[in-house]
């Protein structure tokens, strides 16, 4: 008997690793900056390039830091989502305009409705860095101490919306 | 004879192509080889099963402008790759830590080695256990002494 059972169990056991190996996503890796200050920057504002702005001013708010271009395929397919959520008033979203260039983002933005706050732009990549952002649209939810709590990585679905971030800034808002 | 000027012209052409694609960085060999060195060790994000030195990637190009950066500050190799793993996790070293969340990926292997060789010794006794030596009834060696004979004399 044990002849069979233990072959069997082998095999069950190792169909198991495969069925939980298989359906995570390996592109999702976490973020060791979960819990941690979210980095600090100044950068110029897309739409105002005098001013400028630093997640310091966003203190005492829960916030969403959305990376985003132009240039990002998948940016298009969340950002109807953003507009929507810009539009219930929940939350607000600041954009981080990735690698991009100021007439094309103009432009993006125009053409697809604006859902942020502000974006600022993060021409060279360099501040993408330090958030550890390795595919955009990738979004950060930040707390009223400036701490990050969550990161999605990937375009944000309805469904991510809400199972996912929603739920996460409404605790954070308590 | 025109076209063969033209055609040489515009050949002589590829040769600026090549010219401008050159990286700008090579003026320093010693730090593009310490940072190709450190470059190998390093996984690139977004195509995952590539180096940071043979990736493609634009962020792979921005992380080794970022590496090349710091090394020109005076970081160590040890600091770049701790500026990394802040930023990334350890995910972009292709030599994990071992700590207690990797001990399963370093020992693992030796476990099922263990396990294995456990096993075999296992299946080994109990073989030995079961093949034991029975002796031959007088008429079976009788009858292997015919064989043998027979065997022989065929030779």
């Known amino acids: ?166 739920p996460k800034v409404r605790e954070l808002s308590k | 004879m025109t076209r063969i000027l033209l055609g040489m012209f515009f050949l002589s052409l590829t040769a600026f192509a090549q010219a401008v694609e050159a990286p700008p960085t090579a003026q320093d060999p010693v730090l593009e080889a310490r940072l190709n060195n450190l470059a190998k060790e390093l996984r690139c994000l977004v195509c995952q099963n590539e180096t940071l030195a043979d990736s493609h990637a634009e962020l792979a190009l921005d992380l080794r402008r970022e590496i090349r950066d710091k090394m020109r500050q005076g970081l160590s190799d040890a600091q770049i790759k701790e500026y990394l793993t802040q930023r990334y996790g350890d995910f972009v070293l292709y030599r994990p830590p071992v700590k207690s969340t990797t001990w399963l990926l370093w020992f693992g292997p030796f476990l099922l080695l263990i396990a294995a060789i456990a096993g075999l010794a296992y299946f080994l006794k109990r073989r030995r256990r079961v093949l034991e030596e029975i002796p031959l009834s007088a008429e079976e060696a009788a009858r292997l002494k015919s064989l043998l004979h027979s065997e022989n004399e065929q030779a």
């Open chain 1, 1 to 166: 008997m044990l002849r069979f059972l233990v072959p069997f169990a082998l095999f069950v056991a190792l169909i198991i690793f495969f069925a939980i190996g298989l359906n995570r996503d390996p592109r999702e890796i976490p973020s060791p900056l979960i819990n941690q200050a979210a980095p600090a920057f100044t950068l110029q504002q897309l739409q105002a390039p005098a001013k400028q702005f630093s997640p310091a001013d966003m203190r005492g708010q829960v916030w969403l830091l959305n990376v985003w271009a132009s240039w990002c395929v998948s940016c298009r397919d969340e950002h109807p989502v953003l507009v929507d959520l810009a539009k219930r008033n929940l939350v607000p979203i600041v954009g981080l305009n990735y690698k991009d260039q100021r007439p094309d983002a103009l432009q993006w933005l125009a053409q697809f409705g604006n859902p942020y706050v502000l974006s600022v732009t993060d021409f060279d990549g360099r501040i993408g860095i330090d958030y550890g952002v390795y595919g955009v649209p990738e979004t950060y939810v930040i707390d009223k101490q400036g701490v990050i709590r969550m990161k999605h990585i990937g375009p944000v679905t309805p469904q991510v919306l809400q199972d996912k971030i929603l």
